[in-house]
């Protein structure tokens, strides 16, 4: 149609092919606009996403932690150690001949105040049902 009223088609050529790529850069720029605005608004694809992070922070925590137990745990199962030595020590060396590991242990009160407590009860249960 230009080459009928003697204009150079050749520029009309690059113009349009300009705006061809124009477009099609356009479309590309548009479609990744669409992408992030569907990703933004998958609310079901950034549920999984912060559950997925919140997992890891959980094993990472009791990873953590489960190490902190278990150097507890060794220590204290070395001054459990210790103190069972030195208890056996102790006891070998105790003066009086036992070599129970009760030797120098007190009795405790608590059970014998108990006793004397219920017989008490008893006592005045039996005394009060006579009068």
């Known amino acids: 149609m230009s080459e009928k009223n003697g204009s150079n088609g050749s520029g009309q050529k690059t113009d349009l092919e300009a705006l061809r790529a124009q477009i099609r850069q356009t479309r590309a720029e548009l479609g990744e606009t669409v992408q992030a605005l569907a990703a933004r608004a998958d609310v079901k694809a950034l549920a999984r996403e912060?559950?997925?992070?919140?997992?890891?922070?959980?094993?990472?925590?009791?990873?953590?932690a489960t190490g902190r137990v278990r150097a507890a745990a060794l220590q204290a199962g070395d001054r459990v150690r210790n103190a069972a030595a030195q208890i056996r020590q102790s006891a070998s060396g105790d003066s009086?001949?036992?070599?129970?590991?009760?030797?120098?242990?007190?009795?405790?009160?608590?059970?014998?105040g108990a006793v004397l407590a219920a017989v008490a009860g008893v006592i005045l249960i039996v005394r009060g049902r006579r009068r």
């Open 50 to 64: 912060q559950v997925e992070l919140t997992k890891q922070r959980v094993r990472a925590q009791a990873a953590e």
């Open 96 to 112: 009086s001949g036992e070599g129970s590991p009760t030797a120098g242990l007190r009795p405790n009160p608590v059970p014998i």
